[in-house]
């Protein structure tokens, strides 16, 4: 079974571009995560996708973040403009209950950094 | 929301040496789950385990969540074991938080 696949790996950009990160998860799961991870920081959640509705995106810096989940499968996280604090790796997760957060299923996580 | 405390932040062994990694949490969970972060950054799903015991190879995991706090043991330590350990816990339908991890060493 393939896992979850993240792409691109790494990406640099200045202060104030604009990067997208894609995401498509393991086959079959409902719900879909995007984690912000700062160096030396645990994980945090910036938004839950089931299928292709928004479940809670309470923590996502909507004036420069956005995120779709189209059809319900793969999924894009974009940051426009991108700060020097958004420097972080980028992790998409899955999990297959539709209800409930069960068990996370994560990609290898896109690592960004902004100069 | 719940709180995630991890002991200890770090940890420093040597090859072969047995650990226990601890987690607490502030309130009823009905998700516990355990993570391994390699030098990569890839977390790796270690174990599922709101409650009870469970073993795989040298890992196993106990979660008392009437005492809110689960361990991670790991026997017979290798380098390969190295990285960071996180656990995350939630009830119901509110986010998966995670604690600040425990880095985790093994010296050959």
């Known amino acids: 079974e393939a896992g979850v696949a993240q792409s691109p790996r790494y990406k640099i950009i200045e202060k104030r571009q604009s990067v997208a990160f894609w995401c498509n998860p393991i086959?079959?799961?409902?719900?879909l995560y995007w984690y912000q991870q700062i160096l030396g920081q645990g994980p945090k959640l910036l938004i839950q996708?089931?299928?292709?509705?928004?479940?809670?995106d309470s923590q996502l810096p909507k004036d420069r973040f956005s995120a779709e989940r189209l059809k319900g499968v793969d999924s894009t996280l974009k940051i426009q403009p991108a700060k020097l604090e958004d420097s972080a790796v980028y992790l998409c997760?899955?999990?297959?209950?539709?209800?409930?957060?069960?068990?996370?299923?994560f990609g290898e996580g896109s690592r960004l950094t902004v100069l | 929301g719940i709180q995630v405390e991890q002991s200890p932040p770090d940890l420093i062994l040597q090859e072969g040496a047995n650990s226990t990694l601890r987690c607490n949490f502030s309130?009823?969970?009905?998700?516990l789950q355990w993570f391994h972060q390699n030098p990569w950054g890839q977390l790796i799903n270690l174990f599922y385990?709101?409650?009870g015991t469970k073993q795989n190879g040298r890992l196993s995991a106990t979660t008392v969540a009437t005492e809110r706090y689960s361990l991670l043991y790991i026997s017979s330590s290798q380098t390969t074991d190295s990285g960071v350990y996180f656990c995350?816990?939630?009830?119901?339908?509110?986010?998966?938080?995670f604690g600040t991890g425990t880095r985790l060493t093994i010296i050959p």
């Open positions: 995350a816990a939630n009830f119901g339908n509110e986010k998966l938080t």
């Open positions: 086959s079959g799961h409902a719900t």
């Open positions: 996708f089931q299928n292709n509705g928004v479940v809670d």
């Open positions: 997760a899955s999990s297959p209950l539709t209800s409930g957060i069960g068990e996370l299923f």
């Open positions: 309130d009823s969970v009905n998700n």
């Open positions: 385990i709101p409650s």
